[in-house]
């Protein structure tokens, strides 16, 4: 089964920029549709965005405001989340998920996801 390690994760002041990296291993991630969650001790895991296979389809959290991109890049076996203008409320460990291969479609719910990266921390500072 395909194992997820993001990457990237760090501290950053309010208003700047992060990327965020989501490496596949043992699986080829272009047979994967790929989320971005994020998750703040106590609260429920939030969506952030999705991916379909060939990457031509996209979901983004319209909480967000436009603010992050996802992108992958299948030949080099990884995914990425472009972050702008963040915030403090943006502070939160960052999970990179793969449903599983016969699904299609970009999902927003967490349910929909199988497999599990263990996830980066993003500190936004003030």
């Known amino acids: 089964q395909v194992q997820l390690v993001e990457s990237g994760g760090g501290l950053v002041q309010a208003g700047g920029s992060l990327r965020l990296s989501c490496a596949a291993f043992?699986?080829?991630?272009?047979?994967?549709?790929i989320g971005w969650f994020r998750q703040v001790p106590g609260k429920e895991r939030e969506f952030v965005a999705s991916?379909?296979?060939?990457?031509?389809?996209?979901l983004g959290a319209g909480s967000l405001g436009g603010r992050f991109t996802i992108s992958r890049d299948n030949v080099e076996n990884t995914l990425y989340l472009q972050m702008g203008s963040l915030k403090l409320d943006d502070t939160a460990d960052y999970y990179c998920?793969?449903?599983?291969?016969?699904?299609?479609?970009?999902?927003?719910?967490?349910?929909?996801?199988?497999?599990w990266g263990r996830g980066t921390h993003v500190t936004v500072s003030s």
């Open positions: 998920a793969a449903r599983d291969r016969e699904s299609g479609a970009p999902a927003t719910r967490h349910i929909d996801y199988v497999y």
């Open positions: 991916i379909s296979r060939s990457g031509r389809s996209t």
């Open positions: 043992g699986g080829t991630l272009s047979d994967y549709v």
